[in-house]
């Protein structure tokens, strides 16, 4: 059997929790749609909305220091624009990011929520298009589980693969098959993808995407088992197309060459 897309996810707002999805429509060299289109500042970032860069994680707030974050779990309604925090089932904050009304009121909750971890007044950024990726380019990123099971049987634990936070999870290749895909095009149904570069991991793996609590030592225990610190796979879209849940992919035996992006 082919190796096939078993999950997909996005994160609306950098730092707190996935959506999952059953099907993307993914630009040609861009990434999940409204994935990272939202950001906490940390203090003043010097974000321009009329001329988005990248800037680096660390002017937001990001799992790595804040794990708070992955106690809330978030949904973005992407036609009104409506952000709702939730934790334990029941309803934090709910407010139209499209509106000063809804933002201000979703501020404020971040504001009296994380007080003890901001260093300014909490403001949502965002801009049409933007993501605020750990990335300067657009890619989408690639768990494969049978390096998660890998991991697991040397651990002698389970190990969630969302720590990971990937937008595309596979089953069906050997364990690590992904870090032979670079510079390798991915065959799916209705869209191409190529393999990028290896991720090196950092210490928000640490941290249980459930709870919250920080209960492992991801980049240390890679290091140890395999000397590095790398899992999963970024990843271009050289066409646009779909993404689904149960789509197979196949992988060119040759380079991929000439890639635009």
Request: hydrophobic fraction near 40%.
């Amino acid at each position: 059997m082919p190796p096939t897309v078993t999950a997909l996810y996005r994160y609306p707002v950098k730092g707190f929790s996935p959506e999952p999805l059953q099907r993307a429509e993914i630009p040609a060299g861009g990434t999940m749609p409204f994935d990272r289109a939202v950001a906490i500042e940390n203090g003043p970032s010097g974000f321009d909305p009329a001329a988005p860069a990248h800037l680096p994680k660390i002017v937001f707030l990001m799992l790595m220091r804040n794990e708070r974050l992955a106690g809330f779990q978030t949904r973005l309604d992407d036609g009104t624009g409506l952000l709702t925090v939730e934790k334990n089932g029941a309803v934090c904050i709910s407010g139209s990011l499209d509106t000063q009304a809804g933002r201000t009121a979703i501020e404020a909750w971040i504001a009296e929520t994380f007080a003890d971890e901001l260093r300014g007044a909490a403001k949502i950024v965002s801009t049409d298009g933007h993501s605020f990726s750990d990335r300067r380019a657009k890619v989408l990123h690639l768990v494969n589980l049978a390096s998660i099971r890998d991991l697991e049987q040397r651990l002698g634990r389970p190990v969630d693969p969302l720590r990971f936070r990937p937008n595309i999870v596979i089953d069906g290749a050997e364990p690590f098959a992904e870090f032979d895909w670079l510079d390798k095009r991915l065959h799916l149904p209705d869209i191409v993808l190529a393999g990028e570069s290896r991720t090196e991991r950092c210490a928000a793996t640490n941290v249980d995407p459930a709870t919250g609590a920080r209960d492992m030592q991801i980049p240390r225990t890679l290091m140890g088992l395999y000397g590095h610190i790398d899992f999963g796979i970024y990843i271009l879209a050289e066409t646009g197309g779909a993404l689904s849940v149960g789509d197979s992919l196949s992988i060119e035996t040759s380079a991929a060459s000439g890639l635009p992006f």
